[in-house]
């Protein structure tokens, strides 16, 4: 017996799955709300649900990385800025961020740097990436 491919209804699986995510996420939202309410919103973070919560959305915007790149690709053909000046415009708001986390929130210096630092990775991550698979999709092209 020959197993039939067919685009259309690879497409209505991967739809179906979508669906299926998207109510399995309101679903832990929802218990998380319900959680946040009845025993306070600290409790929330320390539900094992939070951090289910927290990775499938981390890994869903890597994951999408790669769509928003093929899209403002092909959208715009404006002068790309060198990865460089990038770097130097987050590392200027992290310490715009660090500075006012110091003069307004009466934290230690110690405790507005690595704030400022996890802040910075998490700029340097997705930019890094970014970056990279611009720079090879360029390279392909060429």
Do not use: H
């Amino acid at each position: 017996m020959k197993v039939m491919k067919d685009e259309r209804l690879i497409i209505r699986g991967l739809k179906n799955i979508r669906i299926a995510f998207a109510i399995q996420t309101l679903g832990i939202i929802g218990i998380l709300i319900f959680d946040g309410i009845t025993k306070g919103f600290s409790n929330v973070t320390d539900n094992p649900l939070w951090l289910l919560f927290i990775g499938t959305s981390v890994i869903l915007g890597y994951l999408n990385l790669s769509i928003s790149v093929d899209t403002y690709e092909s959208s715009s053909k404006r002068e790309k800025v060198p990865f460089y000046l990038v770097m130097l415009i987050s590392f200027a708001i992290v310490a715009i961020i660090t500075l006012c986390i110091i003069l307004f929130s009466g934290s230690t210096i110690k405790d507005a740097i690595i704030i400022g630092l996890v802040i910075f990775i998490c700029f340097l991550i997705p930019t890094s990436i970014t970056y990279y698979m611009r720079k090879k999709r360029s390279q392909d092209e060429d």
